[in-house]
């Protein structure tokens, strides 16, 4: 059967981030994707004007649909916006046994809150030990943890905390990270850490979406059944093309899209300690 993967986010009508962007990058690696629409935002690449939860029951109710019907070989989290739906997510990735890359989006690139503040025990306490796998950014790592991560390795350590702390696989971002020539993402599986390095481009707005992206491409290379050290250096590859061959979509505005070469050479992944 052909490859399924679900994503649980919200909806972006500017189609950057979000819904769009992960069904954009499902298909680019050849994976049928389904959604459970979580908020409805009103947004472009360069602000939110408001966004629209919807009711906890209706998101449990598109996922149970699916799940019904379809094997979906993996799933991935984004925007879950409030208390209630981080609840009944985790609870039906409990109870349904579901492979999940979790992305505990808080806070979008404009400076919008996406998740209420209410929330982020819940996904502390129930979402993220129930995932196979989390990808927080830097501000999002120093959420979670209640900590700054100044430094490179502070975010190692915080990788490794956040395995500790709730068992399960890492993948620290640091996009947010002072401009260097490189992007170092940091890894944590098992106890071991590791970075996985790409260049870094400078983009302006294409940036937009690209924390969306790199869970979507995570969780659609696992549906596929690559072992999880291919699956990170092709979702990071990916990104990376994604962001070198960015399209205009307006004056002056430029939109990440599905690369056509392959970047993944340019991509490393290396043992860093423990």
Known sequence: MYPTALTIAGSDSGGGAGIEADLRTFNAFGVYGCAAITAVTAQNPREVRRIDALPAAGVSAQIETVLDRIPVRFAKSGMLMNAEIVEAVAALVAERRIDLVCDPVMVSTSGAALLEKAAVDQVRAKLIPA??????????AELLLGRKLPDAEACRAAALECFERWGVSVLLKSGHAPAGRYVTDFVCRGGTLYSLSSPRVEAGDASHGTGCTLSAALAAAFALGMPWKQALCEAKAFVLGSLSEAVTIAPGIRAMYPPV??????VRLEKVGR
Request: charged fraction near 30%; charge should be negative.
């Open 131 to 140: 995932a196979k796998w989390i990808t927080p950014n830097i501000p999002e």
């Open 261 to 266: 070469e392959d970047r993944l050479t340019q």
